[in-house]
């Protein structure tokens, strides 16, 4: 066939693209670079400096194998790693996208100091030294005036979280915010009360029947279980789609029920009642593993199909149908435990209800496994001290408000109200790394009061940030692309996150930047790495896997250490607990039992919230690439309700709530309840420094209210109620 | 005329989820500028009544035709059918971007380059080909609804496929007693509901191989539509760029005239 011209113009034109960005990162340009001096010596890379080099993606939390195609030092294509078991060498349109996130013009690539008022967006260059020194002496002061608990810090699910930990606790602090509970808290503490285990593994292979609750698998996309459901789908298996919502995953299910939101929990509990009542359940698995079915009959009496449907808006016939269906495919059956599920006040229960309706199945084994776990994999770590003891309370209330919540969890929008509240004391000093809860905590005008509270904030990221926006410190980090973090074993197998590129301007790495500070603070010890190879040697010293192999390799595998038994779980009866007496002591129910949650007044609306595939959260909507191929944020309303207000498509609408009120688009739809809005979240940034998110959709983190479930700590992100009038 | 090979993606609509992973990876692979894009995924939109609603997404892009209009007007020779491949492809270096191919083809899958002024559409990535690997956006296919291969080869995944298919549907496209006789192959469209139905194009045939063109959709209404639809499909932000480029092409074409 002729050669095409396709390819070099191509690439021609790619590097043109990439030397309109070089402009704003001109150091470190001539230098010979070790990346791929390293890469040349392991054998991925050409003399050239073309080749591939495997990593792994950072577009969401999922972590993909990533294979990058680099040419002459500059990366140009990202493909799914084969071997990866997230990935099966594909990628979603974030993880295809990931490159732009390297390459953004908007890319923070020097310190940054402000020097004018905090949100006016006014910065100042600074050398790594200057920076880090005043962050260090800020925190110092802080710890030396108030002590070390008035320092909090956060940061969000990656692979350098240990260093962080080793960071805040190290200096003191037990302040400790992560983003999980304005996301899944609900799911996995009712899974630690039933299971034992955060979130058991779930598995595709030999499914037939599922229920998703909430589960938008298509546009929440974690790409092997989005692969694994598809798949699951074209072999036959049936799929019950719940959500008010008739988003892309409903339109691939065999059934959609639209749910009154809230009201997920008496759908499962009337299923409960009817696998019980009509005997449907797996006796052998109940008798010989569970604990509490006895309580479980007896608490779900009253709640029948009949009882549901007036509050779901279900018909009776349907549940009691999807309950035998259920039973009958027994262990072939899954009730999805969700992932975003912190919805309402009542999540908690709804969560409880769904692993016992597992269990009522005994799909153990089958459906569900234990979790494959990110600990052990023989790795060493490099030495340190213990933590230092930390006796103060942590703001956040875990455990003395909410005891069951663990303390790498949390509740973020707790401690933010504790901060803003100075009770039961007040913090001075905020590190965030990697996050963003500007934009993603509920309430943001509550959010910049706690800021506003605040002697000194800092922020870690690629971009300038909503939070780095109003911070007095801005630390470049190196994109996923650009450095190595720390190993984290997935199963049996180790794969490793490395640069395929140099950083670009002055960006370090996580490693780098926890150490030089740690440092700083008195911490070394605490840090005892060279630098981040060395971190890794220390990590592969017990394995005997060399870096150079697994450098090449991307991945390799390791004696599996796991228990074969998966029939015990780490509960107080070593059994699954549908009764948890753990509960009981704390006087919470110990069987799920109905929560009527709150309903809006006539004339608003449940305020819903969800995703879209093209974005993760609150951090990639700057992403030309995916700014490209997004729908425009709009708010959805069905169109019964948009006629009885006079609204039509592309209105300009305002949204209210009791706490804020933002301007958007309006898109009437077929495909949601007439009592609900949907608003995509993780647009609406006030960082006027991203240039392509800037203008973007509205934030629904301007009209949540901060309502908080008291056993797990979530954030009910759909209990917030709204009116809409023409803007 | 008989290929050597003949290479055709064969789609399998019920297993797209729209997540666009292929368009941002088309854009990636053949550095598509930012106001462009090489392929489609359609909107069929919310179809039905509440709440026996379905919704159905149709990736398209060049249909690398056995019979394309786009070859017939190519003044330049620029545009052609290869004979080893069977693809349709542009030699960019030939192509002196006066746009008749866009004009013609039926499917709207063509751009002109402004920057580069050339014409730029799927190539299949016949780069990624000639070193074995399978076009961007089908290597990536989150739903595996995109498979690309050749249909001489009785063993492709392509050809089972096809053998194996409940219905198979093609967008083909008849003027003048010629059809296109497009190469994308749509798998389990034929069942579905929506714009792509009755009601717009005409008959909506269910088939299985030996193939004919069946779904045969008149030339006003796809010209109708093809814009529009390739609008909706991407939101406001594309209709905007889509409606800029139409008025750009029209005007170009004007200059031309003078």
Redesign the interface.
Known sequence: ???????R???R??LK?GAAAASAFAVGQFIPPPVARAARQSGALDENGSGYISTMCEMCVWRCGVRAKVVEGKV?????NPEHSHSH?????R???G??NTYDPDRVLTPLIRVGKRGEGKFRKATWSEALDEVAEAMLKIKNTYGPEAMVFSSTHNLSQPLFENLLYGFGSPNYGTQRSLCFNAMIVSNLITYGMEEPARDYSQLQYLILTGRNL??A?S?SE??DL??S??RGAKVVYIDPR?T?????ASE?L?VRPGTDLAFHLAMINVIISEKLYNTSFIDQYTIGFEQVSSAVLSYTPEWAATLTGIEADVIRRIAREFAAAGRYALAHNGWRTSNFINSFPTERAITILNALVGNWGMTMFPAAGEGGGGLGSPPQPPYPRISAQRLDGVPWMYPFVPLKIGVFQQMRDSIVEGKPYEAHGWFISRQNPVLSLPDRQKTLKAFNKMDFIVTMDILMNDTGWFSDVVLPEASYLERYDPLVPLGNQIFIRQPVIEPQGEAKSALWVYKELGTRLGLADFFQYKDEEDYIYQQLAPTGISLDELRLQGGVTVPSSGDSNIFKWSTPSGKVELYSATLQEDNFDPVPAWLDPPQPKAGEFYLLTGKV??HTQFGTQNN?????????PRLWMAEEAAQNLGLKD?DMVEVTSPVGSVTVALEV???IRSDCVYLTPGFGHLSMALRTAYGVGASDSQLHVTYTDPISGGQALSQTFVSVKKA | MPTKNHYAFVIDVTRCIDCRACLVACSVENSVPMDHTRIWVHDQQVQGEWPTLSRVFVPYNCMHCDHPPCTEVCVSGATYKDSTTGLVLVDQEACIGCGYCVEACPYGVRYIDQKRGVVDKCNACVQRLEVGLQPACVATCVGKARMFGDLNDPNSEVSVALQNAKSVTRLDYEKNGTDTDPNIYYLNLAETEGILSSDTFGQVAQTTLPRDPHYTISEEGWKKVAIPLVAVAMGATFLAQAVFFTKQLLEGEKDFED
């Open positions: 066939m002729p050669k095409t011209e396709l390819s113009l191509s690439r034109n790619f693209l140009v294509k990202l493909e799914g060498g594909k990628l979603c349109a993880g295809q996208a490159l732009m298509t546009e996309i790409t989005t692969i598809v798949d789908i074209a008739f892309k995953t409903a339109s691939k959609w639209p595939g093209q030309q690439l995916l700014h490209k191929y997004q729908d425009v592309w739809t077929s495909a």
